[in-house]
């Protein structure tokens, strides 16, 4: 776990010395600003339902932007060699780097308490979906930084990482609305797949069992695979 911590500190640390990650901050909040004062604004509706309802779709395209370059600029490099050398398992790397961008999206997310106090001031706010819909982005999120890892672990190209990211996570967020073809004995199996309806679950404020398995196997899995890749790539 030392190891893991000292590779989460560089990397946190370097993705404030990218402007990378300021435009990618800066796309979020645009985004996530549009859809919540659209809502405030324009239809006269104060309340983050519409906020939560797209952020599945944001995180879809901004997460693989902070995850491409993780492994992909290291593997390109060769820099990802002399790291192997190193005392440190793949586990620790990949465990390093996931919390390092986990963290970087989180402290992303917290310029949007704002829209949760605007939201209060004009009447009374339910705190339950409002703590709901930010522990299921963090979910959410750690799901997509899984994913994002092993893609950017499999190529050294930081662009096909990030669409590779982009299209494995659209996938997820919309399996649930592309059901019409499966066959209904088996509905119920495919329909657990999709990422958008398990976080919509706890952005109501319902925390069920099934959907923090979900999460948390989705993180194994993604982790591990990234493990895996990295260990026959050293």
Do not use: C, H, K, W
């Given at each position: 776990m030392?190891?893991?911590?000292?590779?989460?500190k560089k990397e946190l640390k370097g993705f404030f010395f990218s402007p990378i990650a300021y435009i990618v901050i800066t796309m979020f909040l645009l985004l996530s600003g549009w859809f919540f004062f659209s809502t405030f604004f324009l239809y006269n509706q104060a309340e983050l339902r519409t906020f939560f309802?797209?952020?599945?779709?944001?995180?879809?395209?901004?997460?693989?932007?902070?995850?491409?370059?993780?492994?992909?600029?290291?593997?390109?490099?060769?820099?990802f060699e002399l790291l192997a050398t190193l005392p440190v398992s793949s586990s620790g790397i990949v465990i390093g780097k996931f919390l390092a961008a986990l963290a970087f999206i989180a402290l992303m997310l917290l310029?949007?308490?704002?829209?949760?106090?605007?939201?209060?001031?004009?009447?009374d706010l339910d705190f339950g979906p409002v703590i709901g819909g930010y522990c299921g982005a963090l979910l959410l999120a750690g799901a997509y930084t899984g994913i994002g890892l092993?893609?950017?672990?499999?190529?050294r190209n930081q662009i096909i990482a990030f669409i590779l990211g982009m299209a494995l996570c659209l996938v997820l967020t919309i399996f649930?609305?592309?059901?019409?073809?499966?066959?209904?004995?088996l509905l119920a199996v495919f329909a657990y797949l999709g990422s958008t309806a398990h976080f919509q679950n706890i952005a109501r404020g319902i925390i069920d069992t099934r959907d923090l398995i979900y999460f948390l196997s989705l993180i194994f899995l993604a982790l591990y695979g990234t493990a895996f890749v990295l260990q026959e790539k050293a």
């Open positions: 030392s190891a893991a911590l000292t590779v989460f309802t797209q952020l599945p779709l944001i995180f879809t395209f901004i997460i693989p932007a902070v995850t491409m370059r993780l492994f992909s600029e290291e593997l390109n490099t060769g820099s310029p949007t308490l704002a829209y949760a106090f605007s939201v209060s001031l004009l009447g092993l893609a950017s672990s499999i190529t649930d609305r592309m059901l019409f073809f499966v066959p209904e004995s």
